[in-house]
């Protein structure tokens, strides 16, 4: 057993395994009965105290629960039985703000307790979306330096520019590879003895505990908002677009808490290797393939033996928790496109993929609340292919296009990359 500081700072234990929560604590039945009249930023402290109480002091914790949750995440009804949770209204529009925000903070929390001016180094892989959202989540952090490892030409114009616009502690390394590149180079930076012993390293990815568990906030809040809109709360049923399967877990546990969800939908793109787990009880990891939901671009997801350790690696349980729903490109769009003409709702591709999922997967008497994961602004050009109309872009996201690119160009060998960041320890 570590302690949280511990967990949050190496991000990975001492035999590459994933840190799960030791024991998971219910919610009191108070809570549920008081939570239609609680904020956001007061559940959310309700449940972060309950998983985190123990390693970090109750004022700090309620600082950084407020501080993440400095945006609102609005349940939006969409048709009849179905809801869309809009997790994408922080500051890269995207559900990754959440987690990324917290960890920031809670890592900048226990730096400072620890009196250490040993810098702490972040190092994260992003096929696009999570280098945006930990870049801006860690931006000015005391203590904290981070380098986001990109593949060079091989994210949108607007997700780069959330990453190589920042400066300060916020490096870009642009390489001359694929994510999988990227995400070796991590790996092997993790694995290098040398490296470790002149430079503290930790992953932001959604393997850190920090990252994947304030994801259990907003499924709260989504029973709330369900509670005062005076639904059948003994119904719901979510469905999550899921790539590396944290933001599903984090649902999960919320579950295992208390929180009265009746199953849930895993829904995926054309990478489904967790849906033909979900069919036949086998999981076999192979490459991933490109999608216009590309987050979700994800042939061996890390987060699933999280999964597998809650059910104990129980097909049965884990089959009765999750149904699996997989969709083309085509599917995708159609959907997209249905929605926005039908409803008038835009939805991003993946949150169509979810979308589609509740369209094929409710029951009669059940609801559905879908987390529309990203804005669709972020996926302009293919949003305005499908739909056919030129999209405006928010003011806020528009904005980190104004400032000058940095990068720092990087093959894809591990010798060089070695260098470069011990030339910075
Ligand atoms: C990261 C991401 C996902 C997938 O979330 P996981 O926690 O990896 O399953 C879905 N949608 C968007 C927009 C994302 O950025």
């Known amino acids: 057993?570590?302690?949280?500081?511990?967990?949050?700072?190496?991000?990975l234990a001492a035999d590459r395994g994933l840190f799960m929560p030791e024991h998971i604590?219910?919610?009191?039945?108070?809570?549920?009965?008081?939570i239609s009249s609680m904020s956001l930023q007061e559940m959310s402290f309700a449940v972060a105290y309950m998983l985190f109480?123990?390693?970090?002091d109750s004022d700090d914790l309620k600082h950084i629960v407020s501080d993440t949750l400095n945006f609102d995440i609005p349940l939006v009804k969409v048709d009849d039985q179905r809801y869309s949770l809009e997790l994408f209204h922080g500051p890269t529009l995207a559900f990754k703000d959440v987690g990324a925000r917290f960890m920031a903070r809670l890592l900048g929390h226990f730096n400072r307790q620890n009196?250490?001016?040993?810098?702490?180094?972040?190092?994260?892989?992003t096929s696009g979306d999570t280098g945006g959202a930990v870049a801006n989540g860690f931006l000015n952090v005391p203590g904290v330096r981070v380098f986001v490892l990109y593949p060079s030409g091989k994210v949108?114009?607007?997700?780069?520019?959330?990453?190589?616009?920042?400066?300060?502690?916020?490096?870009?390394?642009?390489?001359?590879?694929?994510?999988?590149?990227?995400?070796?180079?991590?790996?092997?930076?993790?694995?290098?003895?040398?490296?470790?012993?002149?430079?503290?390293?930790t992953s932001a990815n959604s393997i850190n505990v920090a990252r994947f568990l304030p994801q259990m906030f907003y499924y709260f809040y989504a029973y709330a908002q369900l509670m005062k809109a005076g639904e059948d709360l003994n119904n719901i049923v979510v469905a999550v677009p899921s790539g590396n399967f944290g933001n599903i877990t984090a649902g999960l546990i919320a579950k295992f808490m208390g929180l009265p969800?009746?199953?849930f939908i895993a829904a995926?793109?054309?990478?489904?290797?967790?849906?033909?787990?979900?069919?036949?009880?086998?999981?076999?990891?192979?490459?991933?393939?490109a999608t216009i939901a590309n987050a979700m671009d994800v042939g061996d997801p890390s987060n699933f033996a999280r999964i597998l350790d809650l059910y104990h690696n129980s097909w049965e349980a884990i089959k009765a928790e999750i149904s699996g729903f997989t969709y083309t490109d085509e599917q995708i769009a159609q959907t997209l496109a249905d929605v926005y003409r039908q409803r008038g709702y835009l939805l991003d591709p993946h949150g169509a993929v979810a979308y589609r999922s509740l369209q094929e997967g409710l029951q009669p008497g059940e609801v559905g609340v879908m987390l529309e994961?990203?804005?669709?602004?972020?996926?302009?050009?293919?949003?305005?292919?499908?739909?056919?109309?030129?999209?405006?872009?928010?003011?806020?996201?528009?904005?980190?296009?104004?400032?000058?690119?940095?990068?720092?160009?990087?093959?894809?060998?591990f010798g060089p990359f070695k260098q470069y960041l011990l030339s910075k320890a």
């Open 115 to 125: 009196g250490e001016d040993r810098m702490v180094n972040v190092l994260v892989a």
């Open 261 to 263: 969800v009746k199953r």
């Open 1 to 11: 057993m570590v302690t949280l500081a511990e967990a949050v700072v190496k991000g």
């Open 156 to 201: 949108s114009r607007i997700q780069e520019a959330q990453f190589t616009t920042l400066g300060n502690n916020i490096t870009a390394i642009e390489v001359n590879g694929t994510f999988d590149d990227c995400q070796a180079l991590v790996k092997s930076a993790f694995m290098d003895k040398e490296l470790n012993s002149h430079m503290m390293l």
């Open 53 to 56: 109480g123990d390693d970090i």
């Open 25 to 34: 604590g219910k919610m009191p039945k108070a809570f549920f009965n008081n």
């Open 373 to 413: 994961t990203a804005h669709p602004a972020k996926f302009k050009s293919v949003v305005d292919s499908i739909i056919g109309e030129d999209i405006d872009i928010p003011q806020r996201l528009a904005a980190f296009m104004e400032n000058p690119k940095q990068s720092v160009r990087m093959p894809s060998a």
């Open 268 to 289: 995926n793109n054309r990478n489904d290797v967790v849906y033909n787990y979900l069919q036949t009880g086998v999981y076999t990891p192979k490459p991933s393939v």
